[in-house]
């Protein structure tokens, strides 16, 4: 999303039909240098590329419909139409990578209530 600060990893949300149908996917990607981790395996299949440690891509293969697919379209929506929250969600972003330099998964769940309660104030209850 233009004007929005970011991490300089291309991140990227693919629709499938479900997880067990498209496992084959992963042997696929693989091939062409996505790394498979088991992050979040009963939402999704998560790969980066082109390693766990450097990463420039990451990749995630949601369930078309899925509540985590209509809630990263619906927070993407938010954000893109309502500059003050983008402001503050940047201003999260930058504080939470100051704290947690060196782990992203503090990093990553840091995010979390702001964009809960972005989501119930903006959707009802998700």
């Not at 091939?31 to 990451?58: D, F, N, Q």
């Not at 702001?114 to 209850?125: K, P, Q, V, Y």
Request: proline share 7%; aromatic share 8%.
């Amino acid at each position: 999303m233009s004007g929005l600060a970011a991490k300089p990893i291309i991140d990227i949300m693919a629709a499938v039909q479900d997880l067990e149908s498209s496992r084959p996917a992963l042997v696929e990607l693989q091939k062409i240098g996505y790394c498979y981790a088991p992050y979040k395996a009963g939402l999704m299949h998560w790969l980066c590329k082109p390693s766990p440690e450097v990463r420039t891509h990451h990749l995630h293969l949601v369930p078309f419909g899925s509540g985590l697919w209509t809630e990263r379209l619906a927070f993407r929506d938010l954000l893109a139409t309502n500059p003050m929250m983008a402001r503050d969600y940047a201003a999260l972003k930058f504080h939470l990578a100051a704290v947690h330099p060196h782990d992203r998964e503090q990093y990553t769940e840091g995010k979390g209530p702001f964009i809960e309660s972005t989501l119930r104030g903006s959707l009802g209850a998700v």
